[in-house]
Each structure stands twice: as structure tokens, then as C-alpha cells.
């Protein structure tokens, strides 16, 4: 199939008629951004729409169209493909019409969709939906392709097996193999029925019979099992190398992350022997004291003299006080019997005896002399008499200096205390700025290590580190459940082969017991069918690898071509388990190149497309075109060249879209002549037609100039 | 008869230690420094508070900023007279017998023994016939009232200086080593062991 022309009609930015003739080969579309690049794109998605979506659609129409009807006018939009496909060249035309009313408001109406064929002079107009044959949906999978990240067409999960029925002889099995089931269900039924005539051996047939059932059951049970558990085991494998790249980094983070969050403990825990609350010591701790020995020892002094002049004083009193009291007492003491009077004892003895002891003369009791003798001794009892400890009036009134003295004692205990205060402050502050110092080294520590988890995180592309953390998680649970599933595969392929060997036993024992009898013939035709059968499934998966590496061997050779001066690496397809592809870029050392360049991925998943165009034409089948919307906005500028050059040669028919080509002058972009001489094939100029309105949409009208 | 029974005080008095009188006084401070001083650097006039750090006040509650300005008086040897007009004066609102009794204070320890300190650095550093004190002589209160004379004398000295500082530099007290330098280069006289390491922060 190749596209002949391509028009265009109000078509949003595209105002009134517009129209693209091509060539078959390398055509480039090239404008700057909003010329319209997307809008030609989307044009064709809207053409080859089959499915009756998205019809009509005001949105679609030429805004500057609208405006410029007057009321109750109508017109066009309408978008066409005239090509060329197995010799007949076809038209495939949308349209519908659209009316502006009074009010301004536009409505839509008269929707066709027409695929048109030139036969001679006859025009025979068919329904668009027709198209699908020439160029089947699922195809156009392969020839679309908006921007870079839409390259990787495996993306699609029937990709593959879409891609063996169309290009491989594979197709050509499907029909027999229908046929080879129902031959072998007939053949073993003409040997059933001709064997139900073997009386002597009904009971072994019959068991035979069931157990062919029971194997055969079982077996498809087991085939069943063993293809989920294929699916199962490559999901894990495919998750594992989906992370297989970051696998280092997610072990490198944890061990950062563990280094940061200990660090970060020492750090609070040094922090927190940091005390410098240092006015609140001054007080709580009574550090304010660091000063007072000075006001102690002054204290000390000035409370000593006061007390020693204190007792002194007392003592003075005291003195003076107990001295009267002793001359009192001494008084009394020296208050002797008159020396002409005897002492107390002869004066008892005298008034006992009734006998004046002195003058010899007796006294008779209660005489004149005894009475006297008597007043004399009473008078000296009461003189010795003296009053009991009279009260002595205290010096002081008050004991505030002893309360001051004593205060003295505690406060001299105290003094070494508050003398070593100073000391004990200047090595707090040594103990704060040591754990100052040290937590700017662990600061220093921390630091690195942040720096070294942004460089992780840096690096892997893209992942955050919460999916970083999630992937180490994960690994350990993935290859325990890749590995569950590869262990019970073993299992269940040793039990496949066990039933297998059932089956085949049973089978032959049937064959056997029809040996010699009617049902031999049949029982042969049905092992024969059988045999057939396998064969083919053998071969179309032969024929299915064979066409895989058919498009790896040109995918790889394109790849050459697109990147001669480059690292390449290796196109692989690979089939997954469940059937579906994927084209993977290898190393050397046949490991996955999980994350190439864009420029490097865009150029092997392009190989890799040109390759299946390549086989598709060279197999007489449908040979499409290829159309990119801006493929090679991450290519260098020689990269980009060399791309186009090797596109040129490439005999296909290639539709690109893109803003290269252009350069920078005065703030207008504007070809860059010398590389487009460069450049084989046809090209296209479309931008905005000058003068707009950059605030009005009404004013904008892409308009095309054929270049070359 | 009744002189004896008049008495029964002074028995009771006899008994009471001279710091527990001088405990139940409140001294005064000059007015100025309610607002230059006091409410700078503490809870002054907010009432009871738990938050001190949370205003950003280095101290709780106002007898801290007295003790502060108290002891740069004594270690200065400076003392100020107090304004001879009541007016200009205010008087602190808790005894003295209240400081330091921070128990019911998060992250704060009670230091009522500084008082007893105070105490005795006022007896130490104010002229009183004690003799005549202990004689009775001369009126306790009026000795009290000379001890605390001395010590509004030396907080006003020290008043002046936060006040002078605040001045100079009104975030002054923020730094947490502004007070203990203070302390540190007034007291410094006789250690002279103050290192370089151990010099006053830069700021």
C-alpha cells in the first residue's frame, strides 16, 4: 500500500482545502511547534477510525472556518487518502457537513465515510469500514507511531502473536489443525466401534478406555497447570529484571539510609548531653556562687570577732556578777563566831550541859545565861544561812550571733564546695563545646551520606526512593515465588511425563488387543493422525522461531545501518510464557540491556519496525507505509542525518513529521536548506500563516509549501 | 500584770532566727527597671507561668533577675543607692522566703539554699552593732531593715548594668552564656584560670 496524496479540509488548524502529494519513500512534514505537526497526524487517526467513534465532532472543525461563515452557511470538514494497494488505487474519504445557525451555534450533520475505487471509468463507492481490508487495525499498530515512547509496539500484549499469524506460514497450520482433531476423534471412534465387537476383551477395553480418559484428562489438567505457572514464573522473572538495575542501588540506599538514621541516633543522643542552660544553672546549680569564697571568708571573720567579743563581753559580766555573789558568800562564809564565843559545838555542849564553858558558871536552863547562850547560837545558824542561788540577770537578750556563729560552721564546711564551683562551670563548658565539636563532625558524617543517597537517587532513573526501598522488599519475595513456581514445574513436567507414559501405554495395549481383529486398521489410522498432529504443532513452532529470528537478523541489520558509529548492542525477540514479545536489546555477554539511551532505544525499536515492513514486503503481503509523529527529538543533530539518510534508502514509503530541519534566525524558525539538500526524498513546509492573532484561535490557518 | 502578759511575743521572738525575719520582707527595686530590665529578661508581671522558654524569657520569675542583679552588685562591690522617693520604687512581689522554692516548675530544681548565701553575704558586707543586737539594744527590725538597705543597694548596681548592657545590645540576653560570662569576668579576679577555650562566646 502506498499513499499517493493526502487532503486535508478544515480540519481544525487546516483552513479550506489543503493537500499532500507523496512519494513512495521518505517524505518529511517539517514545522516548527503548533504549525499544525500533531493536527496532520491526528487527521489520519481520525481517517483510519473504523470503529464509528468519534465520528463528528465540533471540536474537529477549522476555527477560523466558523467564524468566517455568516448564518445559516455550511461547509466541509474532510479528510482523504488516495492510495494505491495491489495495484488499484482507492480513495478513502470522511466527511461530514457543518452548519453555523443565527445564533452562531454550530451543528453537524451529514457524516460519511467512503472507501472509493477507480475500476476503469466506474466509481464504486464502498463503506469505508472496507479499509480494515487493505489495511487490517491491528497492522496500523505498525505503521503509526506518535512520538518516541509509542515505538515499542511488543508494548501490546498480542502483539506477537498478531505479528506470527499475519507474517508467518503458521497460518496456513490453523485449518489443519481443526481437521487433525476431528480425524483423530474419528479414527479412534471407528476403533472403539470395531473393537466393541471383541467380546472376549470388553472388560480390558473398557479399562482401557477410562484410563486413555483419565490420563488424557489428566494430562490437559497438568498442561493447564504448567502454563500458569510459566505465566507465574515469568512475571516474577520479568519484575526481578525490571529491578535488576536497581537492585544495587536499593542495597546501597538501605545501607545509607541505616548509616543516616544511627548517625542521626548519636547525633540526638549528644545533642542531649548538651546542657547550656547556663543562666538556669547559675541559679538551679547555684554556679552564681562561683564568686562567694572571698564573701565567705569575710563573713567568717567578721561573725568570729563578733563572737569572741561576744563572749568575751558575757564572760566580763559574768565575772563581775559571780564576784558579788562570791564576796556575798564569802561574807556570809566570814561571818565567824566572835572570838570570845566558842564554836558552834562547844556552844551545844554548854547548853546541854547548863555550864558557862567560858566564865565557869552554870546556866540552868531557861536562866537569863542559858537563854542568852541559846539567842547567840540561833543567831549564828541564821547568819550562816545565805538565800539559794539568787537569779543572775542574763547579759543577752538575743543569741543572733550564735545563730550567725553557727551558720559559719556549715557555711566553712561548705567553702571547698563553692571554691571548686569555677572549676566545675569552666569544665561544663569544656564537656558542652567537646560535644559541640563532636556533633558537627557527626553533622559532617551526615552530610556525606545525604549526599551520597541524592547520588543514588540521582541515578535511578526515575525511581523514587520509596519505590527503591519497595524493590529490595520486594526481591527477596519475588525469587522465592519465581523459584515456588520453577520448583513445582519441575514437578509438574515429571508428572506429564509419567501420564504420558500412561497414556501412550494404554494406548498401545488398545492397539494391541486390535491387533488381528477388524479395529487394527483403525487403531493404525488413528496413531498415524496423531503422529501428523504432533508433527505440525512442531512445526509451527519452528516455523514461528524461524520468523522471530528472520526479524531479528534484519532488525539488527537495520540497527547497524541507523547507528553505524555508535554502541548498538543486539536485537533479541524474545517470547515470553504467556505468549507475548518483546524485542530487548543485548550485551555481548548476552545480559539485558535494561535501560539504553533514548536516542539508542528509538533507533533498535525503529529496526526493529522496519524489519517487519521489510519481511511483510518481501513476502508479497501487505506492504505498509510508516508514520511517525516526531520520532527523533532526543537525536544529536549527525545522529539525525544519518537517521534520515539511511530512512531515504530504505525503498519504503515513510511519512515523518517533525521540527527538525530548522534553525534559529532572528526568532523565527526557518529551514535549514543546506541539510535538507542533503536529505533524499520529499519535503514539506507547513506553518502558521502570518499575520495571527496570538490570542485568537480563529486566526490560525496552517498553510502547506511543497519544498522538494 | 499585764507588761508580762504583753510579753508572750517577745518570748516567741526570742526563739525565731534572724533569717526568717529578714525572710519575710519583700525589697524594692527602682520602677525603671520594671520595664528596662525585668520584663525583659523574665516572667515579671505575668503571674504564675510554667512557659519561661517558650516566650523566649531566659528567667522565671522576677526575684531571678533580683538575685542576678544582686550578686553583680556584691561581686562588683558596687552599691547603689536606691531614689530617695518612694514613688520611683516598687516592691517585689514575693518574699524572700519564697525564692528559689521552684519545685512546681518543669525542668527547673529549687534552690532555696541560695538564699540563706544572700543572707549571709549581706551580714558580711553591712556595718551592725550585732553586740548591741544581741544585747537588745537596737531593734531587730531595724537591723533587718540595714541588711536589706544593703541588699536593694547592690541588686540597684546590678540593675544598671543589665540595663546597660540591654541598652547597648537588646538581644544581649538571648545568648545562653551572657549571664555566666558576666559572672565569669567579675569573678575572675583572683582564679586568672579562664583559658582561651573558656573565654566568652562570640556571637
Known amino acids: ?708 | 500584770m499585764a507588761e508580762i502578759l504583753n510579753n508572750i511575743e517577745e518570748l516567741v521572738g526570742k526563739d525565731e532566727k534572724l533569717i526568717d525575719i529578714w525572710g519575710r520582707r519583700n525589697p524594692r527595686f527602682e520602677k525603671k527597671y520594671e520595664q528596662s530590665v525585668l520584663r525583659v529578661i523574665s516572667d515579671y508581671g505575668i503571674g504564675a507561668s510554667e512557659n519561661t522558654g517558650a516566650k523566649g524569657k531566659v528567667l522565671g520569675a522576677g526575684y531571678e533577675p533580683y538575685i542576678i542583679a544582686f550578686f553583680i552588685g556584691l561581686y562588683s562591690n558596687k552599691k547603689l543607692p536606691l531614689s530617695d522617693s518612694s514613688e520611683n520604687l516598687k516592691v517585689l512581689g514575693q518574699p524572700i522566703d519564697k525564692w528559689g522554692n521552684l519545685d512546681s516548675k518543669k525542668f527547673r530544681h529549687a534552690y532555696s539554699g541560695l538564699r540563706s548565701y544572700i543572707f549571709i553575704a549581706l551580714v558580711a558586707k553591712t556595718d551592725i552593732d550585732w553586740i548591741a543586737l544581741d544585747k537588745g539594744d537596737i531593734k531587730v527590725n531595724s537591723v533587718v531593715t540595714n541588711l536589706i538597705e544593703t541588699m536593694e543597694e547592690y541588686a540597684n548596681y546590678g540593675f544598671s548594668i543589665l540595663e546597660e548592657k540591654l541598652k547597648e545590645d537588646p538581644s544581649y540576653f538571648f545568648s545562653h552564656r551572657s549571664f555566666l560570662d558576666i559572672f565569669l569576668q567579675l569573678t575572675n579576679n583572683k582564679s586568672g584560670d579562664l583559658t582561651q577555650d573558656e573565654g566568652p562566646e562570640e556571637l
Open chain 1, 1 to 708: 500500500m502506498i499513499i499517493q496524496k493526502i487532503e486535508i479540509e478544515n480540519f481544525r488548524s487546516y483552513y479550506k482545502q489543503n493537500s499532500f502529494e507523496l512519494t513512495n519513500g521518505l517524505n518529511l512534514i517539517i514545522g516548527s511547534n503548533g504549525d499544525g505537526k500533531t493536527t496532520f497526524y491526528e487527521a489520519l487517526e481520525w481517517l483510519f477510525r473504523t470503529d464509528g467513534t468519534n465520528r463528528m465532532d465540533t471540536k474537529l472543525i477549522s476555527k477560523k472556518r466558523i467564524e468566517e461563515l455568516f448564518a445559516n452557511e455550511s461547509d466541509d470538514v474532510r479528510v482523504a487518502m488516495t492510495y494505491e494497494h495491489k495495484s488499484k488505487t482507492k480513495i478513502l474519504e470522511k466527511r461530514f457537513h457543518f452548519t453555523k445557525s443565527f445564533d452562531g451555534e454550530v451543528s453537524t450533520s451529514n457524516y460519511s465515510f467512503n472507501l472509493i475505487e477507480n475500476s476503469g471509468i466506474e466509481r464504486i463507492v464502498k463503506d469505508g469500514v472496507r479499509f480494515d481490508f487493505d489495511l487490517p487495525s491491528e497492522i496500523r499498530k505498525y505503521t503509526m507511531f506518535k512520538g518516541e515512547s509509542d515505538l515499542d509496539v511488543f508494548q501490546n500484549s498480542n502483539a506477537l502473536k498478531m505479528l506470527v499469524e499475519t507474517f508467518s506460514d503458521v497460518k496456513d497450520f490453523e485449518a489443519y489443525f481443526a481437521f487433525m482433531e476431528y480425524a483423530t476423534k474419528k479414527a479412534d471412534q471407528a476403533r472403539d466401534n470395531a473393537q466393541k465387537l471383541d467380546k472376549k476383551n470388553t472388560d480390558r477395553i473398557k479399562q482401557l478406555n477410562r484410563t486413555i480418559e483419565f490420563e488424557t484428562g489428566t494430562l490437559s489438567d497438568i498442561e493447564r497447570e504448567i502454563k500458569n505457572k510459566e505465566n507465574e514464573a515469568g512475571n516474577f522473572d520479568s519484575l526481578l529484571k525490571s529491578i535488576e538495575q536497581s537492585k544495587e542501588a536499593s542495597k546501597l540506599l538501605i545501607a545509607v539510609n541505616r548509616r543516616i538514621e544511627t548517625l542521626s541516633q548519636k547525633r540526638s543522643q549528644v545533642q542531649a548531653r548538651i546542657n547550656e542552660d547556663y543562666t538556669i544553672s547559675l541559679l538551679d546549680d547555684m554556679w552564681i556562687l562561683m564568686g562567694f569564697a572571698d564573701v565567705a571568708e569575710e563573713y567568717s571573720i567578721k561573725v568570729s570577732e563578733m563572737d569572741k567579743q561576744r563572749r568575751k563581753l558575757e564572760r566580763n559580766y559574768l565575772l563581775t556578777v559571780g564576784q558579788e555573789k562570791a564576796i556575798k558568800k564569802m561574807q556570809t562564809d566570814f561571818v565567824p563566831l566572835p572570838v570570845h564565843i566558842p564554836g558552834q559545838k562547844v556552844m551545844q555542849e554548854m547548853l546541854d550541859e547548863e555550864v558557862c564553858k567560858i566564865c565557869g558558871r552554870p546556866a540552868k536552863k531557861h536562866s537569863e545565861a542559858w537563854e542568852f547562850m541559846l539567842h547567840r547560837l540561833e543567831e549564828y545558824q541564821e547568819s550562816l544561812k545565805v538565800p539559794e542561788d539568787e537569779e543572775i540577770t542574763p547579759y543577752y537578750m538575743n543569741n543572733y550571733i550564735v545563730e550567725l556563729q553557727k551558720r559559719d560552721t556549715t557555711l566553712n564546711d561548705n567553702l571547698s564546695e563553692i571554691t571548686r564551683l569555677r572549676h566545675k562551670i569552666l569544665e561544663a563548658i569544656a564537656f558542652n563545646n567537646r560535644m559541640h565539636d563532636e556533633v558537627k563532625k557527626i553533622d559532617a558524617n551526615l552530610n556525606m551520606e545525604f549526599e551520597q543517597k541524592k547520588r543514588i537517587l540521582a541515578q535511578t532513573d526515575g525511581l523514587t526512593e520509596e519505590q527503591l526501598l519497595a524493590n529490595y522488599e520486594n526481591i527477596s519475595n519475588w525469587v522465592e515465588q519465581k523459584s515456588k513456581a520453577e520448583n513445582r514445574i519441575d514437578i509438574l513436567k515429571r508428572q506429564r511425563a509419567q501420564h504420558r507414559a500412561a497414556l501412550d501405554e494404554a494406548q498401545d495395549a488398545l492397539g494391541k488387543l486390535a491387533e488381528g481383529t477388524s479395529a487394527a486398521i483403525f487403531a493404525k489410522t488413528a496413531l498415524i493422525i496423531r503422529q501428523i498432529s504432533e508433527a505440525f504443532k512442531s512445526a509451527k513452532e519452528t516455523n514461528k522461531k524461524r520468523l522471530l529470528h528472520a526479524i531479528e537478523d534484519e532488525s539488527n541489520v537495520f540497527l547497524e545501518k541507523l547507528n553505524s558509529n555508535d554502541f548498538k548492542g543486539t536485537i533479541r525477540i524474545l517470547e515470553k510464557a504467556n505468549g507475548q514479545g518483546e524485542a530487548v536489546l543485548m550485551n555481548n555477554d548476552n545480559t539485558r540491556i535494561f535501560t539504553p539511551n533514548t536516542a539508542l532505544r528509538t533507533t533498535y525499536l525503529m529496526s526493529v519496525l522496519f524489519a517487519i515492513g521489510k519481511l511483510s514486503s518481501e513476502r508479497d503481503k501487505t506492504e505498509f507505509p510508516l508514520l511517525f509523529d516526531a520520532p527523533t527529538s532526543s537525536f544529536t543533530d549527525a545522529k539525525e542525518s544519518e537517521f534520515f539518510n539511511v530512512i531515504s534508502k530504505l525503498k519504503k514509503q515513510v511519512i515523518i513529521v517533525t521540527k527538525s530541519f530548522l534553525k534559529e534566525r532572528n526568532g523565527e524558525a526557518v529551514l535549514d536548506q543546506a541539510k535538507i539538500e542533503e536529505v533524499k526524498g520529499r519535503v514539506f513546509r507547513i506553518e502558521k500563516k502570518k499575520p495571527f492573532d496570538d490570542k485568537k484561535l480563529g486566526t490560525i490557518q496552517t498553510v502547506i509549501s511543497k519544498i522538494k
